[in-house]
């Protein structure tokens, strides 16, 4: 596209790129979101997932930014929520999504974490930001004898993901995300 004489041509080709880019990963969350599906749960307690769409937000935090990885979890949580699940997993998601999102944006932002720290944060953070939601939800405060496994299986899913996210934005071009 020619650049007009303002530099708009530019800007809207930055946009559209970054529009493309918005929907590639999107679609990849969904696809990731699908295949975690059909695995057979392997973990302690019901709903425990990997949490392989997570792979994708980090990405985007480390080679978008912030703002970027956010639109493209919440995205992502709505878009698999209307189709693979139901309302209250929705809003598990949702609360997960977000406090996972700000620690992990507050770390990255500090840049004295690297990609698999940040992640096990995003993993524990979506654990406490799901077991709040459904406290506030179903009113069972015996909800929070979940929180040790649910901690631990965010540790260890964290550490598992933030070893697949650097081995990603290692080897991913710069470029692609300019």
């Not at 650049?3 to 790129?17: F, I």
């Not at 059909?38 to 769409?53: C, N, R």
């Not at 406090?99 to 004295?112: E, F, P, Q, T």
């Amino acid at each position: 596209m020619r650049a007009n004489a303002d530099g708009k041509g530019e800007m809207k080709s930055l946009h559209t790129k970054k529009i493309a880019m918005y929907g590639l990963l999107v679609a990849l969350a969904l696809v990731l979101s699908y295949v975690e599906s059909q695995v057979p749960a392997f973990f302690i307690m019901p709903g425990m997932k990997l949490g392989l769409t997570n792979v994708v937000v980090l990405v985007a935090l480390a080679r978008m930014g912030h703002r970027d990885a956010l639109v493209i979890n919440i995205l992502r949580i709505l878009i698999v929520g209307f189709t693979f699940s139901n309302t209250f997993s929705m809003l598990y998601s949702l609360a997960g999504g977000m406090l996972s999102w700000l620690a992990m944006s507050l770390m990255h932002r500090s840049g004295r974490f690297g990609i698999v720290g940040i992640s096990v944060s995003g993993g524990v953070c979506h654990n406490i930001g799901q077991i709040i939601a459904a406290a506030m939800l179903v009113t069972v405060g015996s909800l929070l004898y979940y929180l040790p496994f649910l901690l631990l299986s965010g540790t260890v899913a964290g550490v598992m993901i933030g070893i697949i996210s650097a081995a990603v934005v290692k080897r991913l071009p710069r470029g692609l995300f300019a």
